[in-house]
């Protein structure tokens, strides 16, 4: 910290700062008491508030290639799974069910609170969405660093309330979490059921068929070639239907990632679900990936044609496997770049990486079955063709046999994928357990009352220095010796201490060994030398009350009793107060009157003292500038100087006057009297650049009113002062 004032610089010294706070103990030990009371009252009348908390241990599951993926991306051990995990505990849908399963809504609303909001207009829905963010608030999840545990804090002030929310949320979430890794498996599951009665009816109309078809021309078998494509024929149609089914299963898989993004409540899940449906639908019109399919289905063509001519372990056919394996693999990689420029510039948090790591592996395979579909289309093709050269009665049994063949066949895959999506459906549990359930909070949590009220005394202390600091600032006044010597830049030649209490103003006369008249002593012996050869000087102050009046009253009996002849002019035609420090006999006559030519000098000198006499203001002008301005008052100060040692002149306050800067020329110097905690800065520093701007010589200045908080000097002074005293009486105990 620092002070400018000019071209003036000083660093605030530790010393001032202890000082500061010294003289401003009260404002600053009053702020910390407030914020400690405020802090305190604020302990007793809060709300307490209870923690109830629950941990869960989340273990991967393996029941379907979505959920197989869903557990591992979402309950794995890695940060960012545990990252998800807190996204999913705190789902909309989780914190909806927490409040239905409890019945919040009646619960925390009042019966007549519920009615109210209800009469103006909100509906029960508008109720539960309100309510939801309130808990969703309560709610802290974090995890417990390098595990699958996490760990479900619910506040609420009230404490079973916090207890059952908690625990109802673990049960909610680890059911969430069953849904989840079931969703696909439901899909399927109603998907076959939906296949199966129409597959049903058309075996059976396809077997009707049939047997008319033979009654009517009496042609039961076929020849061996027919025979031989009717076999062919039902390979690839039992192929090309299993593909079928499982193109539609990829399908559900991708529309049931995306459905996820549906449980988090964001509008970053909208807009990444819109962004990636957009992209899956230009996959078709996609030319780097429509020719990866054709490639990939010319190459099972290929590896077909070659597996009915050699065994597998040829190196023809497994060159032609390694190729299609590398195409599959081009045609992902093509996939993920597709989602990876699509969604360049969004930030994903690990749910949603993990969502869309899931979409494009479907995409893929789904891609990649419809290579193969292709693939089985075009070998099918093929023996159609054949077809066309059998007999035509041949050509139509061979039809039917071969649609009863494939729906019976297609009958029995769906049969098949049923009991297995059943028995899958049912095998999946939640991959939650509860660890440690959440039990009634026997304390409260908030406010802290150790913590809070040591955080009020922190704080109190910061704002008692803040505001100690602030005050010193805003406060213009000079507040030590060491302010007033750098804003006048001028010596101090005279200490006065603080008088309290007495009665009489000329103090060194009656008190002539105490130690404030030793202090006006000196500060007259410095006077004195620092004059030197001259003879009057002027003593004024910045602003009225400083004690200018005073301090040269008894300066004036101090050079008297030196030895020294001296005169005290007043020259405050203002406020005079001479006569009255003096207690002389009023006269109507004075100063005034010898300048305007009205009185000679020996008519208005009154003796006071030896060697000490002094001139009174007399007759007090309407206009004292005219006064001050006569020629006649360079008369009076050189008759003055010839028949005194010291010429002593009280002027009036120089910031509210022009009279100093009128006669300070004609003089051989001016004191100037500060008093610590009076004069203002700006004041001081104004009168010193006037007063030396019209030539005025500054002999000094005199600080009057010093003690322990303003001045180093009152300390040392009375230090010697009250340790003469102590040796004094012990001297007088030990004669006794």
């Known amino acids: 910290m620092s002070e400018f004032e000019g071209s003036d610089y000083r660093e605030l010294t530790l010393e001032d700062i202890l000082r500061m706070f010294k003289k401003r103990m009260i404002l600053f030990v009053s702020i910390v008491l407030a914020v400690v009371v405020v802090t305190g009252i604020y302990l007793i009348f809060a709300t307490p508030i209870y923690e109830a908390s629950v941990t ?74 309100s309510l939801t963010r309130t808990i969703s608030s309560m709610i802290t999840v974090s995890p417990v660093k390098d595990t699958r545990i996490v760990r479900v804090s619910v506040q609420n002030k009230d404490p079973i309330l916090a207890r059952d929310i908690a625990n ?50 009496g042609i039961y078998v076929l020849d061996k070639h027919a025979d031989l494509l009717f076999q062919m024929l039902s390979s690839y149609d039992k192929q090309y239907n299993e593909l079928m089914i499982s193109a539609e299963e990829k399908k559900a898989e991708i529309e049931t990632y995306q459905s996820m993004l549906d449980d988090f409540d964001s509008n970053d899940s909208k807009s990444i679900k819109a962004l990636w449906v957009q992209t899956s639908e230009s996959f078709s019109v996609n030319p780097v990936l429509t020719s990866l399919r054709q490639s990939l289905a010319t190459l099972q063509v290929e590896l077909a044609s070659l597996e009915e001519q050699y065994p597998k372990t040829d190196p023809r056919v497994r060159s032609k496997i390694t190729e299609i394996s590398k195409t599959e693999s081009l045609i992902e990689e093509q996939i993920q770049n597709e989602f990876i420029t699509s969604g360049q510039g969004m930030t994903l948090n690990p749910a949603y990486q993990q969502i869309m790591t899931g979409v494009i592996s479907s995409e893929a395979g789904f891609q990649i079955l419809q290579a193969s579909i292709q693939a089985v289309g075009l070998l099918r093709d093929q023996y159609q063709s054949e077809l066309r050269s059998l007999p035509a009665k041949e050509q139509q049994l061979l039809d039917l046999e071969r649609q009863i063949a494939v729906k019976e066949s297609l009958y029995t895959l769906l049969l098949e994928r049923l009991e297995e999506a059943k028995i899958s459906e049912a095998a999946v549990v939640g991959n939650a357990a509860i660890v440690d359930p959440a039990t009634v909070p026997q304390s409260a949590v908030k406010p802290n009352k150790k913590l809070s009220l040591a955080i009020g005394g ?31 830049r001028q010596p101090i030649i005279g200490r006065i201490p603080n008088i309290e209490g007495a009665s009489e103003e000329m103090y060194v006369e009656k008190n002539p060994t105490a130690p404030s008249s030793e202090s006006i ?20 102050s910045v602003l009225p009350t400083e ?57 208005v000198i009154q ?30 100060l050189s008759e003055l100087k010839q028949r005194y040692d010291k010429v002593l002149i009280d002027m009036p306050p120089a910031v509210v006057t022009s009279d100093v800067s009128l006669i300070g020329n004609k003089l051989d110097g001016i004191v100037l009297v500060v008093r610590p905690g009076r004069a203002i800065k700006d004041g001081l520093r104004i009168v010193v650049e006037n007063l030396k701007t019209v030539g005025i010589k500054i002999l000094g200045v005199i600080v009057n009113g010093v003690d322990e908080k303003n001045s180093s000097y009152y300390y040392h002074y009375y230090y010697y002062y009250n340790e003469e005293g102590k040796r004094q009486k012990r001297r007088k105990r030990t004669k006794k």
């Open 56 to 129: 869960i241990k989340v273990d991967p599951t393996s029941q379907s290639s979505v959920s197989d993926l869903f557990s591992s991306s979402l309950t794995g051990s890695s940060g960012s799974n545990i990252s998800t995990e807190v996204e999913l505990i705190k789902s909309r849908t989780n914190i909806e069910e927490i409040i239905e399963v409890l019945d919040l809504v009646d619960r925390i609303y009042s019966e007549e609170t519920k009615n109210r909001l209800l009469a103006e207009g909100y509906s029960q829905k508008d109720l539960v969405t």
């Open 547 to 603: 004690g200018k009046s005073f301090v040269i009253a008894n300066l004036a009996y101090s050079m008297a009793n030196s030895g020294q002849k001296v005169i005290l002019l007043d020259l405050d035609l203002r406020r005079p107060r001479v006569e009255k420090i003096l207690k002389a006999e009023k006269i109507t006559k004075g100063a005034v009157d010898v300048i305007m030519g009205n009185t000679t000098i020996d008519e």
């Open 458 to 488: 922190v704080l109190g202390i910061f704002l008692g220095m803040l505001m100690v600091f602030l005050a010193e600032y805003l406060d213009k006044t000079l507040k030590t010796e060491e302010e007033i010597e750098r804003f006048s």
């Open 168 to 217: 109802t949320l673990a049960d909610v979430y680890n059911t969430k979490l069953a849904e989840l890794s079931k969703r696909d498996l439901t899909r399927k599951r109603e998907f076959i059921e939906a296949q199966i009665p129409l597959l049903e009816s058309d075996l059976n109309e396809a077997t009707d068929r049939i047997k008319d078809f033979k009654e009517e021309t």
């Open 521 to 540: 002593k000196l500060a007259a012996s410095n006077l004195s030398f620092t004059m030197g050869e001259g003879k009057s000087v002027a003593v004024t």
């Open 607 to 636: 003796h006071y003292a030896v060697n000490m006499d002094f001139i009174a203001v007399g007759t007090i002008p309407p206009n004292p500038t005219i006064v001050l301005s006569s020629k006649n008052i360079d008369a009076l």
